[in-house]
């Protein structure tokens, strides 16, 4: 799916930029912490240029939502065309697809199945999870003001991944194991968002802990999954 995520992520901006051209639309860019790359400053404000491998398997991704942030402020200095970009932390809430791969999925869908909590190794390396309602109130706040972007939405809270598996087993079901697993290249070792901006442009900043959100997932993928509540 290498080709297939860049191609979606730089010709489809190009197409909705386009669109947003001919309609007079402003536009939004979901973009992503993955532009800091594995991040040499912590944690990262906007102004950071990031640290990406740009030929590894993940560049993929990370360069393709690069390319498509320089295309949305080129279009809006050629173009005038209003634009605001949001870069998203990891993010978790119900109606989430069960098998996607995302962190938190996994471990809730393990949680449930009674099978092991895969970390992948060492298990130490950092990532900050935002419940859907505070991403979404965010990306709204950001549409109707008047900053451009990019501005960091996510919430700062930081995580290992081993406290993160310990969390779900805990609240989900103690009696699972935590299995370490082989990481996949170029993973980070941290990322948390500086959202000084979001806190002085928007006047946002999440609200839900994460203790809070995961029981809220847990109820929606027990019901989809069909495992009753002991």
């Not at 491998?53 to 390319?67: H, Q, T």
């Not at 932390?89 to 119900?94: A, D, H, L, V």
């Not at 962190?103 to 393990?110: G, R």
């Not at 996949?184 to 809070?212: C, F, H, M, N, Y």
Request: charge should be neutral.
């Amino acid at each position: 799916m290498f080709l297939q995520t860049i191609k979606t992520n730089v010709m489809g901006t190009m197409n909705m930029l386009g669109l947003a051209k001919r309609v007079g639309a402003r536009i939004l860019l979901t973009s992503t912490s993955e532009v800091y790359g594995d991040p040499l400053i912590h944690p990262q404000p906007e102004s950071y240029w990031g640290n990406v491998n740009p030929i590894g398997v993940r560049s993929c991704y990370d360069e393709g939502k690069r390319v498509a942030e320089t295309l949305m402020f080129d279009y809006h200095r050629q173009h005038g065309i209003e634009i605001r970009i949001a870069r998203i932390f990891n993010t978790y809430g119900p109606r989430m697809n069960i098998d996607d791969g995302r962190v938190v999925s996994n471990f809730i869908a393990q949680a449930l199945r009674g099978e092991a909590l895969t970390v992948q190794k060492p298990g130490t390396q950092t990532r900050s999870f935002c419940y859907v309602s505070d991403m979404v109130d965010g990306l709204i706040r950001l549409m109707e003001g008047d900053d451009t972007g990019p501005i960091n939405i996510g919430n700062p809270g930081e995580f290992t991944m081993v406290e993160l598996a310990e969390t779900v087993k805990e609240l989900i079901n103690p009696s699972i194991e935590i299995k370490m697993v082989e990481n996949t290249p170029d993973d980070p070792r941290q990322r948390k968002p500086d959202i000084s901006k979001a806190k002085e442009v928007l006047g946002w900043e999440p609200k839900v802990k994460l203790r809070e959100g995961l029981p809220l997932m847990e109820e929606d993928f027990r019901l989809r999954l069909n495992v009753p509540k002991n």
